[in-house]
């Protein structure tokens, strides 16, 4: 079981409390999350939509949505998109926006087999508590021939530029975080997760493992997040 400290949760993840801590962020996560990512945020979410190429009327599952600010981007493509995630208090938070929402476990997805045309998630494996097992369910609800992304952060491909960016993320990001966030501690656990996130090769073998086939990865940002793609 995960230990707790104050309200942020180790990386030995508890289900509950991580919901618990994301259900803290809620109200101000977009806008510390566009801060903290200088912006990029925007461009990571319209890369994603650009890689699942998606088309219209194909039905999309965004999971670990938040507050639907990905979904929304998603159904620019004029696919139907479901937002889901395990914090319903993101989900309450992105309740005014004109997307259906579910909340749901990554590893037990409230939904029958091979529904969707498409399926991502952004920034949320690493909040599984066994991703492997949450890749599989993916598969399950995924159609065969059906497309996955995986966007998260990753590791910088240049040396010196990762150096830097490891030491933003565990000193200068919690600092910012304390001005801008509800849940600052949300964001020291957000750092360490990161650095304790397998490569972009590592991840992609573990793709393979789920079940899914012709995984590639494209680095956006330098690697600071990666792209993976795969299908069913």
């Given amino acids: 079981m995960a230990t707790t ?3 942020r949760a180790s990386l030995e993840k508890d289900p509950h409390e991580v919901a618990s ?7 101000r996560y977009d806008l510390t999350n566009t801060i903290l990512s200088f912006g990029q945020d925007r461009s990571w979410r319209k890369a994603t939509r650009s ?15 938040g507050t639907g600010v990905s979904t929304v981007e998603l159904g620019r493509s004029g696919a139907w998109c479901v937002a889901t995630d395990f914090s319903k208090g993101m ?3 992105g309740s ?3 997307v259906p929402m579910v909340a749901g476990d990554a590893m037990h997805l409230p939904y029958a087999d091979a529904v969707f045309d498409a399926a991502t998630i952004s920034f949320g494996l690493r909040n599984v508590s066994d991703f492997d097992a ?6 399950r609800v995924t159609k065969p021939g059906g497309r996955l992304v995986v966007s998260e952060f ?3 491909v240049f040396g010196p530029f990762r150096t830097v960016y490891m030491e933003y993320l565990m000193k200068a990001l919690p600092r910012v975080a304390r001005a801008v966030s509800s849940n600052p501690d949300a964001y020291v656990y957000l750092a360490e997760s990161i650095r304790a996130w397998p490569t972009q090769q590592e991840l992609a073998m573990r793709i393979e493992a789920a079940g899914w086939r012709n995984v590639q990865w494209r680095n956006l940002t330098g690697g ?8 069913r």
Avoid at 21 to 27: E, I, L, N, S
Avoid at 52 to 64: C, I
């Fill in 134 to 139: 949450g890749l599989r369910e993916i598969a």
């Fill in 51 to 65: 890689a699942l190429a998606l088309k219209p009327g194909e039905r999309v599952l965004d999971l670990a949505a």
């Fill in 154 to 156: 990753s590791t910088p």
């Fill in 91 to 93: 989900l309450q938070a």
């Fill in 224 to 231: 600071v997040v990666a792209l993976h793609r795969a299908t």
């Fill in 21 to 27: 801590m994301f259900d803290g962020v809620a109200k």
């Fill in 96 to 98: 005014g926006r004109h």
């Fill in 5 to 7: 400290h104050g309200s």
